[in-house]
């Protein structure tokens, strides 16, 4: 941390840095916290249940690690803190399908421009129209992996 606020770009580097909230919308999307909490813990489980290639998946494991959603509960192994108990899918507060890729997040963000009609959700658990999607999605690759395309 002391190197992000001295380094090049300093603290200004620091703030404007998107890896991390784009990396907890793509676990948000992927919904990893659900697939670990049902017990796929590991690297190679959650690849083959997410169908992501497994290097990439393994950066962003990683990633969140750092970030305090995820911590490594052994050789291999990932669990959740408090912080990725919030992405789950029956989480309380209802927060995964506002920062999925692919849900909800998308609907303020189109209403903003004029590419789609606006759709602005009467409440966190109204689902989007696919009306109000922006064009953010994550499609099947040739091999069955997805890949994020904005």
């Known amino acids: ?7 090049w770009g300093g603290r200004l580097w620091a703030a404007a840095d998107l ?11 992927l919904r990893l916290a659900d697939h670990i909490a049902a017990g796929r813990q590991t690297t190679e ?13 393994g950066r962003l494991l990683g990633h969140l690690v750092t970030a305090g959603v995820l911590s490594r509960a052994g050789a291999g192994t ?3 803190t408090d912080l990725g108990e919030q992405l789950r899918d029956d989480d309380p507060e209802g927060v995964r399908p506002w920062i999925d890729l692919e ?3 998308a609907a303020p963000i189109c209403a903003l421009s004029t590419c789609c009609t606006p759709f602005v959700p009467a409440s966190p658990r109204s689902r989007a129209s696919s009306a109000g ?11 069955g992996q997805r890949r994020l395309t904005l």
């Open 19 to 29: 890896v991390t909230p784009m990396a907890i919308r793509v676990a948000a999307t």
């Open 133 to 143: 999607r922006s064009g953010t999605t994550l499609r099947p690759t040739p091999g």
């Open 78 to 80: 990932y669990s959740l």
């Open 1 to 7: 941390m002391a190197e992000e606020a001295t380094g």
């Open 103 to 105: 849900g909800l997040s």
């Open 45 to 57: 489980a959650l690849t083959a249940v997410v169908a992501a290639d497994r290097d990439a998946l």
